[in-house]
């Protein structure tokens, strides 16, 4: 399940309009619901804020691909910060 620490985590990386990426990230990866099927906002925006809702149900191979993306997209981060102090060192 999605905790608190990890919701703002995602809110950080994406921004607050995060289930776009997530959505684009996971229809790359071929993951759909289960009426094979893209996801929604709507479903990703429940998934992420199921600790808000302990009855809501887990989707771990969805949760997966999401800490993939923050991953990738904090990495990418991170190389751009590195490029742009070269740049101003020069």
Known sequence: MI???LKEKIIETLGKH???DIIQYLNDKAIYNANDEPFSRESIRLLVNAHDKPEQRENLK???AIIEL??????ETKK???????LKKQ
Request: proline share 0%; hydrophobic share 25%; aromatic share 4%.
């Open 18 to 20: 995060y289930s776009t």
């Open 3 to 5: 905790d608190q620490d």
């Open 80 to 86: 751009l910060q590195k490029r742009k102090k070269l």
């Open 70 to 75: 923050l991953e990738m997209k904090i990495e």
């Open 62 to 64: 969805v949760e997966n």
